[in-house]
């Protein structure tokens, strides 16, 4: 019985190459600490500061924003509506 081919392409892809002769967990660790060091990185040099001064905000005046009760939904619509009178007259479509 053969094997289907999707399986064979499974299989090759567990052979594929090692980036170091390390043991696999100590690669892992590896990549793992590369990628953190990336991220840390990037996030000091994009985040780090606010574009501007005028960003910043008291900490207290967040924070009560943030835990204060949610206000009670008003029911208006999204769009609003638009009232024509009745000396408009609606284009025809072409």
Do not use: D, N
């Not at 980036?19 to 967990?25: A, D, E, F, I, N």
């Not at 780090?48 to 939904?73: D, F, G, I, N, Y």
């Amino acid at each position: 019985m053969s094997r289907p081919s999707w399986l064979l392409r499974t299989h090759s892809l567990w052979h594929l190459p090692r980036l170091t002769k390390l043991p696999l967990g100590a690669e892992i660790a590896l990549i793992l600490v590369v990628k953190i060091a990336l991220l840390t990185l990037l996030a000091k040099t994009f985040f780090s500061e606010p574009q501007a001064r005028k960003m910043r905000m008291p900490t207290a005046q967040v924070e009560q924003h943030l835990l204060a009760p949610a206000p009670e939904s008003v029911s208006t619509p999204a769009v609003p509506t638009v009232s024509t009178s009745t000396t408009e007259v609606p284009h025809a479509s072409h």
